[in-house]
């Protein structure tokens, strides 16, 4: 039986809520978009209303579909250098103390000069440079030492050093 409200049955409204539930945002408002022009005039409001979203949504989804060029790239959720941006972009000065805090504490091999390590857990690391007024998680300084480790395998001018947990059996 169709509703007053949309020109749909029970049936496919229901179908098009649980549809519309697993789009990501900028997807829902397009698919409501959609839906909002086959109805025609006054399909934002009906629209809004089975999917309980704004019609300001509605009509920036309408608009996102008559301007292509705002959309993202095809794969991306957001366009190329949108997001939020990294720790290091946002404290300046934070990714040089990082640095130079990293290789005051390295150790090394001496029979292999290939692999080094930092005498310090990334709590250590969190400890110093929260001291020097900087705000960071042992989850970023965690990924900053492995991006460091990846970015030194690939130098083969720095002598393709390793850097290593100085807790022996847990990765950094």
């Known amino acids: 039986m169709k509703t007053a409200d949309t020109p749909y049955d029970e049936i496919t409204n229901e179908r098009m809520k649980r549809f519309a ?14 839906e909002a022009y086959k109805l025609g005039q006054g399909g934002v409001t009906r629209i809004a ?3 309980g979203m704004s019609p300001e949504t509605i009509k920036r989804g309408r608009e996102d579909l008559d301007c292509p060029e705002r959309l993202p790239p095809s794969g991306r959720q957001r366009a190329t250098g949108a997001g939020r941006k990294g ?31 930092t005498d310090l857990q990334p709590s250590g690391i969190v400890e110093k440079l929260v001291a020097q007024g900087y705000s960071i998680t042992e989850n970023t300084v965690r990924a900053a030492l492995k991006k460091r480790v990846s970015e030194t395998q690939t130098e083969q001018s720095d002598g393709n050093r390793l850097l290593r947990s ?3 059996g847990r990765s950094v």
């Open 21 to 34: 539930a697993r789009l990501c945002e900028k997807d829902r408002r397009a698919y409501a978009a959609v």
């Open 49 to 51: 209303n089975l999917f």
């Open 87 to 117: 720790v290091f972009a946002e404290q300046p000065g934070l990714e040089s103390a990082f640095d130079e805090l990293v290789e005051t504490h390295i150790a090394g091999d001496p029979m292999n000069a290939e692999v080094v390590w």
């Open 166 to 168: 100085a807790r022996p």
